[in-house]
């Protein structure tokens, strides 16, 4: 949702990798030393055009008509003045070696989504079930979600909720049979970022098909507070337009379901802020803002299940 003209303008993005210990209530955050990567371009616009990619998500899944067993999908969707009045709509793109890309699908009324597989229920199924969770537009957006059962090739969606809402391509989670996704309710008069209001979505993954919206229970959209804010950033320097944006769905070390948000609080950078999910309550609870490297740009929070660390793509 990056309001940017230089965000605009880039046509390479790079990555910062972090490192996020999180505790109860606390979270600390740092840069990981740089490497050497290995870039390979999926697919380019030029910057002429006006039109820029976004949205990207990445996945490995289990694809039994590949030589291998495996097959990558990425996806994206498109932004910027070129593209006004154009269908929104997200293009899947798939690999067998991460090399060599080439284009496999476009998934319609689809936008601002992540990818993420499950296991198929029926075991004469040997592939994933690929999903596809966001919205479906960028104005006045339904909340939506498509389903692949053929390795990314073809879709078909549900609409989960009405307009209007919004959200980044961030991850879901998932803890004890269910799953969980951060989105944000975009209230009138949808005003970047102050009309934000943060949600938690989550189903039961053993009671049905998940494209089933009876299934999904949504928290109250909770608008930023501005009591929130520390007083000595006001006395000092007051924010321009405190908002949040882009929530990530994390399970934290004591297993409690936190929404880790993009904080815009300019002139203030690198600042996130927690929620917590009650699900007793079916709410969420400010519990802090924290220390957070690119905490003022769109990020992804995902945990390493070997090192049990918390790492974010900024």
């Not at 990056?2 to 109860?24: A, C, D, I, K, Y």
């Not at 909720?161 to 309710?185: C, D, H, K, L, W």
């Not at 948000?261 to 079916?282: G, S, V």
């Amino acid at each position: 949702h990056s309001q940017s003209n230089h965000e605009m303008r880039q046509s390479l993005l790079f990555f910062l990798l972090l490192s996020v210990v999180l505790q109860p209530y606390i979270a600390q955050c740092k840069l990981l030393q740089d490497t050497t990567l290995d870039l390979v371009e999926i697919v380019w616009q030029h910057e002429a055009s006006a039109i820029y990619i976004g949205s990207p998500s990445i996945l490995k899944v289990n694809c039994s008509s590949k030589d291998t067993g495996v097959v990558w999908l990425a996806s994206h969707d498109y932004f910027g003045s070129g593209f006004i009045g154009m269908t929104r709509n997200v293009t899947i793109y798939s690999s067998e070696d991460t090399i060599s890309w080439s284009q496999l699908a476009v998934v319609p009324d689809a936008y601002w989504g992540n990818m993420f597989s499950l296991v198929a229920n029926n075991r004469d199924m040997k592939d994933d079930v690929i999903y596809l969770l966001g919205t479906s537009s960028d104005v006045n957006a339904s909340i939506s979600i498509h389903r692949s059962v053929d390795c990314g090739r073809s879709w078909d969606g549900a609409v989960l909720s009405q307009p209007s809402f919004a959200t980044g391509p961030t991850p879901v989670a998932v803890y004890n049979n269910t799953i969980y996704r951060a989105m944000e309710y975009w209230a009138s008069p949808q005003i970047w970022p102050t009309s934000f209001q943060a949600m938690m979505l989550y189903a039961p993954l053993d009671s049905g098909d998940i494209l089933d919206a009876r299934l999904w229970t949504m928290t109250p959209p909770l608008p930023f507070d501005k009591a929130w804010i520390p007083a000595n950033w006001t006395q000092t320097q007051p924010l321009q337009a405190p908002g949040y944006l882009e929530g990530n769905a994390v399970i934290g070390p004591n297993n409690e379901i936190y929404n880790i948000l993009r904080f815009n609080a300019l002139p203030y950078t690198n600042k996130a802020i927690i929620l917590r999910l009650d699900q007793n309550k079916n709410a969420l609870i400010f519990q802090q803002i924290i220390d957070f490297p690119g905490g003022n740009s769109k990020f992804v929070i995902r945990r390493d299940p070997v090192s049990g660390l918390y790492l974010s793509l900024v």
